[in-house]
Nanobody, 123 residues
């Protein structure tokens, strides 16, 4: 029932900015938390940022805090990831995810996933 579709990934220069979008369908009031994860080749999927749909409370990985901002537009059932000051190590496939009630950082906690959007940061 729940479907998540990411968009916005592309190749950018180091130091540049990019905004990813995740359009969601089938969400209910109980689908409280939306998150962004990323996975680079040969690495495990890791938490990037999360947000509670009800009140906008956020959480960030240390590696992106101060550079990335997660936000949501509940009326449009969309969550965004604004990425600034991008670094080559940010290169990864970025995934949108959703779960119920608690904002956590483990990929295994999340119930629904998008297909991923490739972000490549050059230099």
């Amino acid at each position: 029932q729940v479907q998540l579709v990411e968009s916005g990934g592309k190749l950018v220069q180091a130091g540049g900015s990019l905004r990813l979008s995740c359009a969601a369908s089938g969400l209910t009031v109980s689908t409280l938390v939306m998150g962004w994860f990323r996975q680079a080749p040969g690495k495990e999927r890791e938490f990037v940022a999360g947000i509670r749909r009800s009140d906008g409370i956020t959480s960030y990985a240390d590696s992106v805090r101060g550079r990335f901002t997660i936000s949501r537009d509940n009326a449009k059932s969309t969550v965004y990831l604004q990425m600034n000051s991008l670094k080559p190590e940010d290169t990864a496939v970025y995934y949108c995810a959703a779960r119920y009630f608690m904002l956590t950082t483990s990929p295994s906690d999340y119930d629904y996933w998008g297909q991923g959007s490739q972000v490549t940061v050059s230099s």
